[in-house]
């Protein structure tokens, strides 16, 4: 069974910096993309970065500039580094990816548990 845990929140001062990670494991034949959500208290989850195989980005206009998403593929691992944090940066984030699980499998959407970012002003 496929597993997608992250890890890297916690609390930070506004303007500083933190890295998550998040590692799928378990059986795995590829992985497309991959991504972070976030959800703030009383908000709808949101989009902030993704990743193709093949490193293409996409990112949320209120992170551009300040986060970077990036991959390993080796390790079947997506990062995000987060800079010149701002308290409305403050949620739990979500990583996800599309994985196949062998060559003749569906792709499925797999999510991580959450990892709470909290940035204090």
């Known amino acids: 069974q496929v597993q997608v845990v992250e890890s890297g929140g916690g609390l930070v001062q506004a303007g500083g910096s933190l890295r998550l990670s998040c590692a799928a494991s378990?059986?795995?034949?590829?992985?497309?993309?991959m991504g972070w959500d976030r959800q703030a208290p009383g908000k709808q989850r949101e989009l902030v970065a993704s990743?193709?195989?093949?490193?293409?980005?996409h990112y949320a206009d209120s992170v551009k500039g300040r986060f970077t998403i990036s991959r390993d593929n080796t390790k079947n691992t997506v990062y995000l580094q987060m800079n010149s944090l701002k308290p409305e940066d403050t949620a739990v984030y979500y990583c996800?990816?599309?994985?196949?699980?062998?060559?003749?499998?569906?792709?499925?959407?797999?999510w991580g548990q959450g990892t709470q970012v909290t940035v204090s002003s």
């Open positions: 996800n990816a599309d994985i196949k699980e062998r060559i003749y499998a569906n792709w499925s959407l797999e």
């Open positions: 990743i193709t195989s093949t490193g293409t980005t």
């Open positions: 378990g059986e795995i034949f590829n992985i497309g993309i």
